[in-house]
């Protein structure tokens, strides 16, 4: 780890920008911009809600945070030592009073299953579905350190696959701790869609089986390279549609109208992406904007939280923000452990 990165706490930082991105967008999801422009007034000015309560996607980030931890006391982090540590604090994560924040229908019917001891985890993994909640909560990811770039992606994609098995919802997981960790090493922002397209490209048809197993098999796809391959070819389209939203959008528009709502996960990165991206060195311009949303507006901001924190690092946040948001004890922890 450079210097640079321990200077900056990246990982601080963007745990702590995922949760106030988190709590920012949490009033506002699931309403139309003009809705939330009479509600909170204009988006540039858009303060952090009294409490700054967040949702599932910040109770989820801690959970895998909480499980990677677990596992890699146990030694080298892998597959056999990730998965047992990770689906339990899934499951005491779905059984918690405090999963009340309107989470995903995917997550909760996986949870479900992931407590049944006599399923594989693949059996409990929903094949079908690439929601958001598949990378809203993968960050950790990539600020855990010492990581190789095989274990980093084949954890990426073993927590998504946990809950999310369509491999769109792998791939945009493994592209999101990506750019999070291209981000906290000190990566210019100008270069990142290039590097997560080559990254797509490269990864196109390598099915990491010694972290999914026989996952593919649920699918209805002839090889396990075929099954990947669908996933890498749609993220790949949705980081075109932001290449060239970045250079001709407008930041005032809905940036959903240019890379989409962000309910699916491949679009849920774009367009976190798109709201960083426009707003590289004022990370509170880039939350507001991605809360001030049509879409999924506490996950896009979570996101967009998410990169901006690996980029500014800790200091990025207010400290009148940074000291009111929920669950801010054990962010700061992970936090602190990681950029150690």
Known sequence: MTTTTVRKRAATGSLLGLALGDALGFPTEFNDVPSILAKCGPWREMELPTPAIVTDDTQMTLALGKGLRTAMDLGLLGPRTMVEPVRAEFVAWNRSPENNRAPGNTCLRACDLLERTDLPWQDASQIGSKGCGANMRVAPLGLVP???????????????????????????????????????????????????????????????????????????????????????????????????????????????????????????????????????????????????????????????????????????????????????????????????
């Open 146 to 340: 010492g990581l190789s770039e095989e274990q980093r992606a084949g954890a990426a994609q073993l927590q998504s696959a946990l809950t999310h098995g369509h491999p769109t919802a792998l791939a945009a997981s493994d592209l999101t701790a990506h750019a999070v960790r291209l981000l906290a090493q000190g990566t210019e922002p100008t270069g990142l869609i290039g590097l997560l397209r080559s990254y797509a490209y490269e990864n196109r048809t390598r099915y990491h089986e010694r972290w999914l197993g026989d996952l593919w098999t649920r699918s209805q796809d002839p090889t396990a390279e075929h099954f990947i391959a669908r996933g890498w070819d749609e993220c790949q389209a949705i980081l075109d549609r932001l290449h060239d939203a970045v250079r001709t959008a407008s930041p005032e528009t809905d940036p959903c109208l240019a890379t989409g709502a962000g309910w699916i996960a491949e679009e849920a990165l774009a367009t976190g992406l798109l709201c960083f991206l426009w707003f590289v060195d004022e990370p509170l311009t880039a939350l507001r904007r991605a809360a001030c949303t049509s879409g999924d507006s506490d996950s896009i901001a979570c996101l967009t939280g998410a990169f901006a924190g690996a980029w500014l690092g800790a200091d990025a946040w207010p400290t009148e923000w940074a000291d009111r948001i929920e669950y801010r004890g054990d962010l700061l922890t992970l936090g602190a452990l990681w950029d150690a």
